[in-house]
């Protein structure tokens, strides 16, 4: 599984570990592995996936993304892309939540992308 994981190079990938749920058909079944030992994988697979995602959000550097604010933190501004959330740098414009602005990325880390506003 790790190997198509590594294969597929996916934008986005949410792992969870087994949950035993009521209404499931696994859920009358006995059940005895400890949560330490069910979360080892799911770590494996997003340590592999932190890899991918950095390596795809290094290649967003310089371009830029019409992107929806969704709050203000502090000095900045949050908001998403259609495929991804980015911490907007609000030192040139003000955004107001709801706009949508035009953000030019500087900075990519593992999960997120930082932009600056750009004049539309």
């Known amino acids: 599984m790790v190997e198509f ?6 934008e986005r ?3 969870f570990t087994y949950s035993h749920e009521e209404s499931t058909h696994a859920f009358g079944m006995e ?6 030992v069910k979360q080892e994988p799911a770590n494996h697979f997003m340590d592999v996936q932190e ?3 950095y390596d795809l959000n290094q290649e967003k550097i ?4 019409k992107v929806l ?22 030192s040139k ?16 880390t593992e999960f997120d992308l930082y932009g600056e506003v750009v004049e539309n």
């Open 62 to 65: 310089g371009k830029t993304f």
């Open 5 to 10: 994981v590594e294969r597929m190079k996916f």
């Open 31 to 36: 059940y005895s592995l400890s949560q330490e």
């Open 69 to 90: 604010i969704d709050k203000k933190e502090g000095g900045h501004f949050v908001g998403r892309t259609e495929f991804d959330s980015v911490e907007v740098d609000a």
């Open 13 to 15: 990938l949410g792992v």
């Open 51 to 53: 890899q991918i995602s």
């Open 93 to 108: 414009f003000y955004c107001r939540v709801g706009d949508f602005v035009q953000a030019k990325v500087f900075e990519a």
